[in-house]
């Protein structure tokens, strides 16, 4: 539970006894277990309305992707681990354009050529 070994979950039941006592202790936990169901029937009703409100395109949106790490891993390194576990094949492989000619130093003045295809 929570990455907790029972070691860690043994010295909190023996700290929340010291704290609030054997006869506290029950209502303490009940009152803890009712405002951690509170809190998670608000997240699911906050992530239901952000979906409703933001339209079918978003029906895949999970708020969890809005975190750096996440959205980092999920946009990015996807793709870099699939690049890695991928192995070209000669059929996946695609013939190399012409390649361009070199382009000489522009003199002192002289507008570089515009291309229309970069921009």
Not at 10 to 35: C, H, Y
Request: aromatic share 8%; net charge negative.
């Amino acid at each position: 539970m929570f990455g907790l070994g029972w070691m860690e979950v043994g010295a909190l039941v023996v700290i929340a006894l010291l704290v609030f006592g054997p006869d506290r202790l029950p209502q303490a936990a009940a009152q803890a277990g009712r405002t951690l169901r509170n809190l998670r029937r608000m997240a699911t009703n906050a992530r239901d309305d952000l979906r409703s409100g933001l339209g079918p395109e978003f029906s895949d949106f999970d708020p969890a992707d809005l975190n750096p790490k996440n959205f980092v891993r999920k946009h990015l390194l996807d793709d870099v681990e699939d690049s890695w576990n991928s192995t070209p094949t000669s059929a996946t492989l695609e013939p190399v354009a012409s390649v361009p000619e070199p382009v000489s130093e522009l003199g002192f003045g002289e507008i570089p050529p515009y291309d229309p295809e970069a921009t």
